[in-house]
């Protein structure tokens, strides 16, 4: 998990961050030319339950499980919110973390996605 979505005063410091603490990078992804960021996300769905993948667009990704165009886990309860970020600097990193919070408990996933705090885009582009 990048280090700016740990928060401190998380309780107990849970399972989920000290899992992650030994491979929490020291900054979170920069942009590249050469590599684009991959994103971990968990959207809930209309019957409370948490659904988790990755994406390189967890916006876009998100839209498709609203449409029904998603993951056969929708069909049966519609994505409501997409509840949770964290990005990685590589497909396989994200896939890793993503293998690793599947495994974690519904009551850890509902503290993580608690402690999430999006960071928001500015409002105009950077320039260099």
């Known amino acids: 998990m990048p280090a700016n979505r740990l928060r401190s005063d998380c309780p107990d410091l849970c399972y989920h961050h000290r899992l992650f603490s030994s491979s929490i990078p ?39 499980h609203q449409s029904g165009k998603g ?35 519904k009551s850890v996933k509902e503290t993580l996605v608690a402690s999430y705090q999006p960071i928001d885009p500015p409002d105009e582009p950077i320039t260099a």
């Not at 050469?34 to 993948?53: D, E, H, I, M, Q």
């Open 26 to 64: 020291t900054s979170p992804v920069t942009d590249s030319p050469t590599s684009k960021p991959w994103f971990v996300y968990l959207v809930r769905a209309a019957n409370g339950s948490l659904y988790c993948g990755i994406s390189d667009d967890p916006q876009r990704r998100f839209a498709s």
């Open 71 to 105: 993951a056969r886990f929708f069909s049966t309860s519609p994505a409501v919110a997409l509840v949770y970020v964290e990005a990685w600097p590589s497909k396989a990193e994200a896939l890793r973390h993503e293998r690793l919070i599947k495994r974690l408990k």
